[in-house]
Structures are given as structure tokens and as C-alpha cells.
């Protein structure tokens, strides 16, 4: 991801942040709030984090971080934060995430996509007890996922998107609304089963990660193993190196209408139990294109950034040992 442009602030935080505001609205806090004192711990955790990350070139983010002065979430430029809320501006700073930021103990959204932020994922965010929504997407983050981190019992929104995290999955239990750990370097298989808390209420929006982003193929190098669980409604598992057969707990969980979005484009996956011009439910949307497969016959619903291609050229497939058509 290093050296490529970084995409606008993407229409993906938009929709949720509109999630946030629909399903668990922080209380507002008045100007009057804004200006008392913070407590030590949030200073420390603020000051921890201007010292931890660097204006890029041509920035002088920190230049209005004055501790000195009253009320820092109305004064610090590129900060929006309040005891339950902290997010930063996009494409202004570097470095690694402080651990500091977990002594933030009622904080409910952290917010800190589409900069240069690098290192691991602090372990310590999987301590934050009032946390709803973590977004830490297009950046350039390392290491594996903090096995606590999808198990905090309070987390519904959880989006680590376009990095380079790497490792294996590890297990949900937090009652997820969405889950978005695509574009990445993750080297393990699919869980066999996803929660089945990680749905959408009825009516609600969908989400789909990756609007107006570069596709960047991940490194997940398993095969597809079991089913998404019950209600799951949307599953993002392309730009991957997944192969082999697909489940047809798959197949079944979208006709009874719990999948209403799976994308498994751009993998290696060779077949798909799905019978030719057999139709899937109106409300189901499909991507198979560019695997080791040709797509059953009247599958449509791919994005403009699926590309063109029906499958992959069959010497792609031998070599990743993804086998033909």
C-alpha cells in the first residue's frame, strides 16, 4: 500500500457513521462540556498521541496542540473528541497507534482511518469496556489482529480494512452489526462460523466496504471451510487467495434470505453449488468473477471493480494450486 495515492475520505465512513447515529447515538455534549478540563487520563492518552504520530510533509497538524490551553476538542485542529468520542482527520499523520489510547475508558467510537498510521494494533484497545465502533481502515498497520479486540461485548461496528495486518482471523464473539477485514495479509482460513450476531436489522443499510477504493488482493491462503452463520446478511470475502469449493451452507443461507450480500471475487475458489440459470432471491446480491470457475449462468451483481473477466487465465490457477476450470 506504501507509495500508492491515498482515496478520498470514502463514502464507507459516511455510511457508518450514519449506522452509529441510527442504532447508538453518543450523548451530545454541549460547548459548556467542551471546555471543562479533561480528566489526567484522557490528557495523557491525547498527549500520547502527539507524540506517538508526525505531521506528514507540508503539514503542521500539532501546531494547535496547546495543552495549556482550555477545552482540547474544541481547540486541537483535525481532532473531533468528547469523553465518548475521539477521531482524526484523514491523511494528516504517521506512526504507530499509542497503547495510551485504552486508558480512554469511555470512549464508544474511535475513529483514525485513511492516514499513515503503522505498527501494531495496540492490545490495549481490546480493554476499552464502552467501545461501539472502531474504525482504523487505509492505513498501513502490521501484525495480527488483538485477540481480544472482537470479543470487547460492546462492539457492533469494527472496520480494519485496506492494511497489512497478517496472522489468522480470530474468533467473534462481540455482538457485530458489520465486520469489514478485507484487503488485507491475513493467512488463515474463514472461521468455520461466523456469530450470528453480525447482521443488519431488517431495513436497515448495507454496507459495502470498498466503494471507491483500489481492489489490493489479500493474502488469505485456505480453503473455504463450513458456513456463515445464522443472519449473517453480508460477507466480503473478496480480493483474496481463497480456494477450492464453496460450502453450499453458502447457497443455502442466501435463498432463505439471511445472506443478502456475498461477494467472493477475484480468489481462486473453483466451484460454486449453484445450478445454471438457477435463480437466487431478488434481495441477494452475488460476485464470483475472476476465480478458478466459470460463474453459473445468470449470476450477476458484481461491482464496476470486479473488472471484466469471467475467470482466471488457468495458469494463474495451477500455479496457486487452485486447479482449473
Not at 491525547?46 to 507524540?51: A, E, G, I, N, V
Not at 506512526?95 to 495510551?100: D, S
Not at 462492539?155 to 488485507?184: E, F, I, Q, T, Y
Not at 453480525?198 to 448495507?206: A, C, I
Request: hydrophobic letters at 35%.
Amino acid at each position: 500500500m506504501a507509495g500508492l495515492p491515498r482515496p478520498p475520505h470514502s463514502l464507507v465512513t459516511s455510511l457508518l457513521l450514519a449506522l452509529l447515529l441510527v442504532s447508538a447515538p453518543p450523548p451530545p455534549c454541549s460547548l459548556a462540556q467542551q471546555l471543562l478540563p479533561l480528566p489526567n487520563s484522557d490528557l495523557s492518552a491525547l498527549r500520547s498521541l502527539k507524540d506517538s504520530l508526525t505531521d506528514l510533509p507540508g503539514s503542521s497538524f500539532f501546531s494547535s496542540w496547546d495543552f495549556s490551553s482550555l477545552g482540547p476538542c474544541l481547540s486541537f485542529s483535525g481532532l473531533t473528541c468528547s469523553p465518548s468520542m475521539l477521531l482524526l482527520s484523514p491523511g494528516i499523520v504517521t506512526g504507530p497507534i499509542p497503547p495510551q489510547l485504552g486508558l480512554l475508558r469511555e470512549l464508544r467510537v474511535l475513529s483514525l482511518p485513511h492516514n499513515r498510521l503503522t505498527g501494531p494494533i495496540p492490545e490495549s484497545l481490546s480493554l476499552l469496556p464502552n467501545l461501539h465502533t472502531l474504525d482504523l481502515s487505509f492505513n498501513q498497520l502490521s501484525a495480527s489482529v488483538p485477540a481480544g479486540l472482537p470479543s470487547i461485548p460492546t462492539l457492533k461496528v469494527l472496520v480494519l480494512a485496506d492494511n497489512l495486518l497478517s496472522g489468522s482471523l480470530p474468533s467473534v464473539s462481540s455482538p457485530l452489526l458489520h465486520l469489514d477485514l478485507s484487503r488485507n495479509l491475513l493467512t488463515s482460513g474463514i472461521p468455520p462460523q461466523l456469530p450470528t450476531s453480525l447482521s443488519q436489522p431488517p431495513g436497515s443499510r448495507t454496507l459495502q466496504p470498498g466503494l471507491g477504493g483500489r481492489p489490493q488482493p489479500q493474502r488469505l491462503d485456505r480453503e473455504l471451510d463450513g458456513g456463515p452463520g445464522e443472519g449473517v446478511e453480508t460477507l466480503f470475502l473478496n480480493n483474496n487467495h481463497l480456494k477450492g469449493a464453496v460450502p453450499a451452507e453458502y447457497v443455502e443461507s442466501m435463498y432463505q434470505g439471511r445472506t443478502r450480500t456475498l461477494f467472493l471475487q477475484h480468489n481462486y475458489l473453483t466451484s460454486f453449488p449453484l445450478d445454471n440459470g438457477t435463480a437466487l432471491p431478488e434481495s441477494a446480491t452475488l460476485c464470483l468473477s475472476y476465480n478458478c470457475m466459470a460463474p453459473p449462468v445468470g449470476v450477476t451483481g458484481c461491482p464496476v471493480s470486479a473488472g471484466d473477466q469471467l475467470s482466471r487465465p488457468s495458469l494463474q490457477c495451477s500455479a496457486y494450486g487452485g486447479g482449473g476450470r
